[in-house]
């Protein structure tokens, strides 16, 4: 029996952003059985089914592209595949919506190896609206920008201006940020710290994963056609 | 009726595990409200984690929203930041299924499973803007009332319920939500709550304290009696004749957070005769009611299909007991579409090795724990509350576990029992080392874990009359436990905190003068009580004093034959002459065997309801000792032989099927 992969692309939106990333794997693990999909289990003491997320979502944050690999049992057919999103939909909870499966070519880098940077729309929370985008822009101006966080127990200073790869005002108080993951990542809370110490979100969504192909960079996987692109993730997209 | 939902989100985020208020759970209902529909809030009174799986609320929620007069939502209570955050925003208490206010339900109905929720239930009534006393609430006010285990002695909340249901709900909230929707349909005015309330005391198994008075000598009960004469002077608790009928829950809510049990729960049966004089739960929960094997079989793989759970609970309070065991289990392993992959638990097996056989039948690949509970250390003790054990079904159970592959075994006992001596209490470190030296030829690694919960008597068992074992003498027997277990390897002694039981000895067995002191501990902050970091006994102890009233007359005094119980108005088909003579043979040391497969005692939970034991089997389920009326001859291993004096029946009835 040879195996395959999937990749799934889902969104995660409304009250359900507040389950934790934890969480959201046992609702999927739950939702492919539910599916009968022929998922593949890990050997020993204690199967598990092979299920591979990407980067963690935090709580509370919602997304329009989430990632998730599973590996089946047997290789699934081109009208399974368009099946898939139809039959996962019965089976998931209300706000986690599946937009995409592909067939994942063997020997694919992993989705934490693939994933390079993210776009987020992040909502700041009580702030003037006038003063967002002067303080991003200067942020975005500024050679360095060096912060303090807590990283295992220990301070830990370093500059993570390299890592905010795009952030301009998108309306209101909510700024479209293209944040790294990788060498060094950049949390959408982090990235507020950075920019002025006193801004909090609150509401941040997760609009697109981005991964380099040829050094261009391409969403993790291209959207559907007929699925409806978000507001504003369009321009990026193409 | 609009949804708090918009007032919460914005705080959700600041909150530990925000996912328990969001509902969206699969197996949710969607509530239609109206002005023909009863609207019920069943709540239980502790976090989400703990509540979600209750079956008891779970099977209501689908029996209500099925009827075209009711309709159902749940709720939990908050834990306490965002209970502070609601007391600040001014968010009442709500429900998960569509975030609608409390206040704007028809009742609010607790389910009680545990003394310590107590305060809790005040907690969740007061942040649903309702007066937590029942007199002081208007015609506005929703009906609050409480079912579960400890509506058994409901007379410590007596001040606080609008009603309280006795026994098994299936039937008797139909009854109910039709005498509601008269007073529901009447603009719910003040006439017409006290009518809906005098209405409702007159539906069997349903208990409206204001009904009643109870009248004192000094600090004993002289009499309760019902105020009118067409209330009954005693409440019967409800029993339905046939769980075949009720293959509820039939969409068991899947959470999308973490929760305890977080796997699907099936009914195998309800009740028990084993007569461990301890167990309230045994004894309320009479007769025995099996539910059919085939259906059973039929709720498993439905439910693991429409769940997508990997394993399955054979619920019952000793599946091991139940008919159809081997084969159900059989079926649900070699089920195809299972793919072998899910795992089956059965809480409370009994100790055997047939049910070993049955675990390794199940647990064919995840071999990490077994628990059985002896509960106590010696076969005298072990007679004494009549939990038939030989120490060679133990050692049998456990040489069986370690030879088939597991490593860790869970023991659990009782300490504080009636007439328990040092002896008694060490014969429980005893146990565990010969369980442990048992496990040494099998496998280094072994662990034994035992765990020790002081014994707290409750209402309507043989041990009623018993006074409980004061904290200082509870901590004295951990302490002779701790001593001679620290020089074991691979025993572990786990306790439960005395204080907290004695607590639960308070409310188990207290009256209705015990309101004001649960209020006290709820208004100084005592939430949580079940919950080490928030349990604070000088808050009790402090309400006590301030009402006068004495911890040696609630919890440590032995009652005597003609005391009136505060319950005594409150039946669980029980005579209460059999729970008598059982208490009397319990301290003469004469054991009773499981009335399943031997003669009846009238114990009155048959007889008095025209119900019997609904068993398939006609014969005692293989292997063991335990209360199938063979060979209890001995009582150790050693082949020292302690005779059994079995109790012959006193008043026999008619052949059992």
Redesign the interface.
Known sequence: MSSAQIRIRFSKRG??R???H??VA??W??????A?LPIA?TEG???RPKLSFGLALS??YESNGEYLDVTLRQVPGDVELHELPRRLAA?L???IEVQAVVALPAGSASLQQAVTSCTWHIEVGAVLPASVAPATAAALAAPELVVTRQRKGRNVTDDVRPAILEAELLGGTTIEAELATQPRGLRPAEFLTAVDPTWRA?RVTRINQWTQVGGARREVIDLPPAATPPPHAEVRAS | MTSVWPQLEPHLADVEKPARYIGLELGAQRPEHGPGRVSWLLTYPDTYEIGLPNQGLQILYEILNERDDAVAERAYAPWGDLDAVMRRERIPLFSVDTHRAAGDFDVLAFNLSAELTYTNLLNCVDLAGIPVRAAERRPEHPLVAAGGHCTYNPEPLADFLDFVVIGDGEEVVSEITAVLADWKASGRTAGSRTAALRELARVEGVYVPSMYEVHYDGPAIREIRPRHPDVPERVEKRTIADLAAWPYPRHQLVPLTEVVHDRLNVEVFRGCTRGCRFCQAGMITRPVRERPAEQVRTMVSEGLRRTGYDEVALTSLSTADFSGIESVVQGIVDDPSACGRVSVSLPSLRVDAFTVGIAAQIQKARRTGLTFAPEAGTWRMRQIINKLIREEDLYGAVTSAFSQGWRRIKLYFLTGLPSETDEDTLGIHELARNCVEIGRSYTKGVSVKASVGGFVPKPFTPFQWFGQNTVDELYRKIGLLRDATRRTKGLQLTWHDPRATLVEGLASRGDRRLGPVIEQVWRRGGTFQEWSEHFRLDLWLEAMADHGLDLDWYVYRHRTEAEVLPWDHISAGLHKDFLWQDWQDALAEVGLPDCRWTPCYDCGACTGYGIEHVVASAVAPAGGSQGTGQDLSTGDLCGTSVPVELRSPRKPVGALP
Do not use: C, N, V
Not at chain 1, 29 to 34: G, T, V
């Open positions: 009250k359900i507040f389950t934790s934890r969480d046992r609702i693990e739950r939702a492919l059985r539910r009968e289990y003491y204690s199967p709580t509370g089976a909870p209300q706000g609150s």
